[in-house]
Structures are given as C-alpha cells and as structure tokens.
RNA sequence: GGCAUCGUGGCCGAGUGGCUAGGCACAGCUCUGCAAAAGCUUGUACAGCGGUUCGAAUCCGCUCGAUGCCUCCA
C-alpha cells in the first residue's frame, strides 16, 4: 500500500482554475515538465523560487511514493531577441559581447545555475535535456505540424497560423484571451515581418549570416522557435499526453500556451493534465529588475555583500523563507521578512535537535496521529507548505514543553514525531540541519565546551557571578547560546 | 490601453460564508543569582464604498492601489 492511495492530493490546475483531485494517467507514475533557465546569465532569485517550489512538489509526490520523471529542460539554443530584429539571439549577442563561443556562455551559466540549486538543497531532476540535442526532434515536429497544415513557409522561416488553429482549437483557453481581443489589441510595430498575421509565432527562423547558432533544415540554415523545445523534448520523454507542466507564472502566456498550441497541432490532443504555475517574488514590494538595481543574486544573499539587506542569509534559511509562502501568491523578500524566518528556522532545527533524546512514559498528553494527519492534510491542499510549517511549529511547541517535562509521550508517538518530522523537514521541505563541522572538531568543540558550562556553573555554585558572566557574555559574542534548563546547561551555535 | 492575479493586525504570511492559522516583533507572567532559551497569557486584522445573506475577510458591483502578462523572461 502506497501513500498515495490514502493521502487524497489536490492540486490547482491553471488549466481549469480550479482545484482539482491529482489523478495521474498511470497509476503510481507521474511525469512532469518543468520550463527550466536560459542560460545566459546568472540565475536569478526568482528563478530559484520557481524551481524550489517544483522542487518540493517533486519530493512531495516521491513521498507518497509515486515513480515520478521529472524533467526540467536547458534552453542553450537562445531564444530570439524580439520579433523585429534580425534573429541574432540572445546567447549569441551575449558571446559576442564577451568574446566567447556561445557553447561557452552555456557551459559558463550552466554551471553557476547548478551550483545555485545545489546550495538550496534542490534534488536533480530525472532528466535535464538541452534545446540544442534536440534539433532534429523539433525539425520533426515542424514537419508534422506543416502537414496538418497549421503552419508556413516564408523566406526560410516557418511560422505556426495561429488565425487557421483558432478555427479548430481554443488558441488561449490557459491565459483565458480570446485571439479576437489579442488581434484588436495589437499594437503597430513598425518593423517589416515575414508573418501572415502578429499573433503567428515562429517554429523555425530563418538565420541571418553572421548569426552563430544555425543548424540546416529542410527550410535551410537556422534555428528553432522559441517555443519549440519544451512540446519536442516534453513529448520525447513524456509522452503525448503526461501529468504535469509546471513553470513561472510568466511563462503562461504565451510560451505555455504556444506549447499547447503546438502539440494539438502536432498529436491533435490536448499535451498536459494539470498545469501548475509558481508564482513570482518581489523585493522590497517591487518587481526585481536589473535597470532599477531592485535585484540580488543568490550569490550575494549568502555572502551578504549586497546593499540590500543587513547580513548574509544561509541557503536554507532562504529555503524556509520561501516555503512560508504558498507557491500560488507572490512573495515579497525583504530584510526584515528574512529576519524573521531565520529566527524561527532555528527554532525548529533546535527543537528537531532535542526531539530524539527526549523522555517517554507510557501515555501522551498529545494527539500525534491526528497532528501527522494534518500535516499530510496541508500538503495535500495543493501543496500547502506554510500550513504545513505552522503544524511544524505546533509539534515544536509541544518538544519543547516535553523537555520542561510538562507533558508526556510515549515510546511509540516519539517514534512516530521523529519520523514525521524528518520527512516533512528534510525529505519534503528538502530543509537541511545546519552544517556542523566534521566530526573530529564537534568532539573536541564539544569537550571544551563542556569543560567551559562545568567551570560556569562551579563558579555559579560560588557566587562567583563575575566569573561566569564572563563565561556566557563572551560565548554570546562567539555566536554560542547556552541554554540553561532544568537538567544542566545545553549550548547551541547561532 | 487590454487581460489576469492580488490587497489580511507593527512586519511576513495561511484562510475563502458562521468555529485558534503560523512565524517574527511588542507587552505581562513562570523559570533564573541576573539574563538568555523555553513555556503560558494578551491583539474585536481583513484597502475603501455599496449590495446579496439570518450571518462576509470569504459571494457580487464600483473605486483606489500593487504585481504579472500583452515583447525575451521563472
């Protein structure tokens, strides 16, 4: 018996607008697609965000014990700059501008965009393929997609007829526009286009001479629409049809729903079940932007060497953060916000820190299995993570007053907290216990500071407050907090 | 200009017709040599205006504001 044969999950379908009971296509399989980075710069804040809340979606589902293939795409092959240029795209102008090969400008923020995720805690997915290895998947679905005659050919370039699909197809039902508002509100770009009409998007452009990235077609020498890889390498690993589409808020219009667009044109059906859009983060309360300076990397939120907030933040305290906020609202990042969270993060690494040597009687005061019921019951509420960190909290309140000794549990509901708790903190939340140094040096840090609570509390036992003031004022200097509780003194590392 | 989402106490953030969210901060108490940590207690908050209803933060309308998309974007 699988967990998710008990635990009824709900999750909100973009699609619908609704929440909707999960049901995969294949009992205990899921697949999921999620839009991962163009690599062409450095990974920003609101990307991790992104692909942190997929992340615990990702684990959530491996908890209940789905086989879950997760894959999440590189976009190397550099998107267009805009409809009206002449096709040198974005990884190309950036490789231009640094003298480097555009492979180059991949490896480069491929690699920053790995490490970044590593640092909050983010499992790989299953498969991670690039738009450049699957060329010739999408000059295939070009193919198909001309066929049913959803598509043409000008100049070398090929462009999908959105006006012919809306003729058949709901072209806009998941960003709910209506292709006759899109037409009478488009706007008069001056620049000369190839396309039929401004809602056409491209499957193929044509490339210019001096662009870089170029692969020959059957329309000549170019490179693939922006939209094109995620229906090519989703149907690939995923199938026609497969479970989840998850990406940025962003995304929806029109990437997303040029991707739907594209795979009925191709398979004449309908590509995902559930679509699920993470929502963005903001700092300060304003959108992040480069031009306005309103923006931090990763990098310079763990270092703190940034002017926006007053000290470095762990990678998991970021973490945490997030997951206080549902997936679904947007989120907004500030000082004071980070403050808060890293305070109450370590409250619940200490309390997960006391919970195994706690004392057991024979009775509970408290209803565990009800408690581990609802944590279950707020992640299955679409992926509820800050209903799930108030239950945590909740379970926290009750550790600490069981090591007061003012309430009892018994042997087996401890078992059942521990093991609660480590799933939903380490395995779900994907929260990591603070990095301790290697072994040899805990023992020996642990040694003097046993010798030190010893020499405190002997000159406490004196009157000798000087002394061991003295103690604990320059420990709290160092960072080190002493506890002192009814059965000694205990010490933990702010 | 169009489309969409949202506006919750000092801050962040759940909730979506009647029943405690939670974290942080603040105050009081317990504990303590004094603190810290921990525990307990305390907050009539739902942008504004109007409507529906026995009853609305929660539904409807309008106004104001924010964010996102409409152009690459997580």
Same mark, same amino acid.
């Given at each position: ?17 609704? &929440? #909707?009971?999960? =049901? ?5 399989? /899921?697949?999921?697609? @999620?839009?991962?980075?163009? +690599?062409?710069? $450095? ?99 070009? &193919? #198909?997609?001309? =066929? ?5 050919? /000008?100049?070398?370039? @090929?462009?999908?007829?959105? +006006?012919?699909? $809306? ?183 200490d309390?997960?820190k006391i ?48 090591k ?38 805990t023992e020996t840090l642990e040694g003097i500071m046993s010798l030190l609570i010893d020499i405190r509390n002997n000159a406490r036992a004196n009157k000798d407050f000087a002394t061991s003031d003295k103690i604990r004022d320059e420990l709290t200097a160092l960072g080190i907090q002493l506890n002192d509780g009814k059965d000694g003194t205990s010490f933990s590392i702010k």
């Amino acid at each position: 018996m699988q967990l998710y044969q008990e635990q009824k999950l709900k999750v909100t379908n973009s699609l619908t607008g609704k &929440k #909707e009971e999960f =049901k995969p296509i294949k009992e205990g399989y /899921v697949g999921m697609y @999620v839009c991962g980075p163009t +690599v062409y710069s $450095n990974v920003h804040l609101g990307n991790c965000r992104t692909f942190m809340s997929f992340d615990m979606i990702f684990r959530y589902l491996k908890h209940l014990g789905y086989k879950v293939r997760y894959v999440r795409n590189i976009t190397d092959a550099g998107h267009l700059e805009n409809d009206a240029d002449d096709g040198e795209d974005k990884i190309a102008k950036k490789a231009k501008l640094e003298q480097l090969e555009p492979m180059e400008v991949v490896q480069r923020y491929t690699v920053d965009f790995h490490e970044t995720l590593q640092k909050f805690n983010l499992l790989a997915p299953s498969i991670e393929p690039t738009a450049t290895g699957h060329i010739i998947e999408q000059i295939e679905i070009i &193919k #198909e997609i001309l =066929k049913k005659g959803y598509a043409y050919e /000008v100049n070398g370039s @090929v462009y999908f007829d959105v +006006v012919t699909f $809306n003729k058949s197809n709901d072209y806009g039902k998941l960003s709910g526009r209506k292709l006759e508002d899109m037409i009478a509100n488009t706007r008069e770009l001056t620049a000369q286009n190839d396309k039929k009409n401004p809602q056409d998007f491209a499957l193929w452009k044509k490339a210019e001479p001096q662009h870089i990235m170029r692969w020959p077609s059957p329309w000549g020498d170019g490179f693939p629409g922006w939209h094109l890889e995620c229906t090519a390498m989703s149907t690939k690993y995923l199938g026609e049809t497969f479970d989840i589409h998850g990406g940025g808020m962003d995304l929806k219009f029109p990437h997303h729903e040029c991707e739907i667009a594209q795979a009925e044109a191709c398979n004449g059906e309908s590509p995902v079940n559930y679509w699920l859009h993470a929502n963005m983060l903001t700092l300060n309360g304003k959108k992040m932007s480069k031009s306005t300076g309103n923006n931090i990397y990763p990098s310079e939120m763990f270092s703190g060497d940034n002017h926006i907030l007053s000290k470095p933040f762990a990678p998991s305290v970021v973490r945490f953060f997030m997951l206080q906020a549902h997936y679904t609202s947007i989120l907004d990042l500030s000082d004071e916000a980070l403050i808060a969270s890293e305070k109450g993060y370590q409250k619940l690494m200490d309390a997960l820190k006391i919970v195994e040597d706690l004392p057991v009687s024979t009775t509970s005061d408290f209803d565990w299995s009800s408690w581990k019921q609802s944590c279950y019951d707020a992640m299955n509420d679409d992926f509820n993570t800050p209903v799930l960190i108030a239950q945590l909290f909740e379970a926290v309140k009750q550790i600490n007053s069981l090591k007061e000794e003012k309430s009892k549990i018994s042997e087996e509901d401890k078992s059942l907290v521990v093991d609660t708790l480590h799933n939903f903190v380490f395995d779900v939340l994907g929260l990591q216990a603070q990095q301790n140094a290697n072994n040899a040096q805990t023992e020996t840090l642990e040694g003097i500071m046993s010798l030190l609570i010893d020499i405190r509390n002997n000159a406490r036992a004196n009157k000798d407050f000087a002394t061991s003031d003295k103690i604990r004022d320059e420990l709290t200097a160092l960072g080190i907090q002493l506890n002192d509780g009814k059965d000694g003194t205990s010490f933990s590392i702010k």
